[in-house]
């Protein structure tokens, strides 16, 4: 008996540190306070939906979690030949897992109503307009020694790609679409550089030049493990990809491309857009589509 009140004294316990995890799993989500004041409505919903989903999925493993832990126990009192605690923790695993369907239905639908806004927003640039405004400067280190400074591309196009080698999206388009290398070298020679940027808190160096080297990439991977960049850049997702124009703005901030975003797997696009902004930009005519919604993985920077 003594060994069985030890078991029900785990069980609140279990509950108690759940309910603070699920508890904060429900609440909604807001915009980064470091993200960049400028940034529009549009924007801040495709970020919503990013730690949404974020949200959810943490949910799921702490839930799961919880549910095995339970289970354990509820088999320990059985062993133990304890039916009333077995028959009480049954009827905490019933109200538990119905609760958590519950808040799991609202977070989902939660996610489809900003999606299908993003997605409004997205075929209808004029309802997100311009955002116009100058690229913050930076210097960095790269995995292969080099340092980098933004300002010594003054008068050229640089683009800017947030990478992660362990990012099933990064490997996707390095791996299968060959989005990436193929858009820097169609545009490699024409006023245009490439720089990818890994501000994974978890990254080592030796995986970026490993990445950097099966893929022959020609382009430096920039150690941006503090965050401090993606955070003045408000790059939210691997990857997430901006454009630099010549006078020091940001031409275009979003998506690589037009694939669907309500896809779990990753998939190609039919509209490059980085490919079309840096079309227009080398014609000297204006980006008719500066922004997008990023998607992909969310940057892991440290707080």
């Given at each position: ?95 538990q897992q119905t609760a958590f ?58 683009v800017l790609e947030w990478l ?12 299968t679409a060959d989005t990436m ?123």
């Amino acid at each position: 008996m003594k060994r069985t009140a030890v078991s029900m004294g785990t069980v609140l316990v279990v509950l108690a540190l759940f309910s603070t995890t699920f508890g904060q799993s429900a609440e909604p989500t807001r915009p980064e306070r470091e993200a960049p004041a400028v940034e529009r409505q549009g924007a801040e919903q495709a970020q919503q939906v990013q730690k949404l989903q974020q949200k959810i999925d943490e949910m799921k493993a702490a839930h799961q979690g919880l549910i095995d832990q339970l289970s354990a126990i509820r088999a320990t009192a059985t062993k133990e030949r304890a039916g009333q605690t077995a028959k009480q923790i049954e009827a905490l695993i019933t109200k538990q897992q119905t609760a958590f369907q519950e808040t799991l239905r609202q977070l989902e639908q939660e996610q489809q109503q900003l999606q299908r806004t993003v997605r409004n927003r997205v075929a209808r640039p004029d309802l997100i307009g311009p955002r116009v405004r100058q690229a913050p400067s930076f210097e960095l280190d790269g995995f292969d020694g080099r340092k980098v400074k933004l300002s010594d591309y003054k008068d050229q196009i640089v683009v800017l790609e947030w990478l992660n080698p362990e990012c099933p999206y990064s490997k996707f388009h390095h791996e299968t679409a060959d989005t990436m290398l193929a858009t820097a070298k169609k545009y490699r020679g024409k006023g245009v550089v490439w720089l990818a940027v890994n501000s994974s808190i978890k990254t080592t160096p030796e995986a970026n030049r490993a990445f950097a080297e099966k893929h022959k990439l020609p382009y430096p991977i920039l150690d941006d493990r503090s965050g401090d960049v993606a955070r003045r850049y408000g790059a939210r997702t691997t990857p997430h990809m901006f454009i630099i124009a010549k006078d020091g703005t940001i031409a275009y901030d979003g998506a690589i491309d037009s694939a669907p975003q309500d896809k779990k797997e990753p998939s190609a696009g039919k509209i490059n857009y980085v490919d079309k902004a840096l079309a227009e930009l080398i014609l000297g005519r204006k980006v008719t589509i500066p922004n997008t919604p990023p998607y992909g993985s969310p940057v892991k920077y440290g707080r």
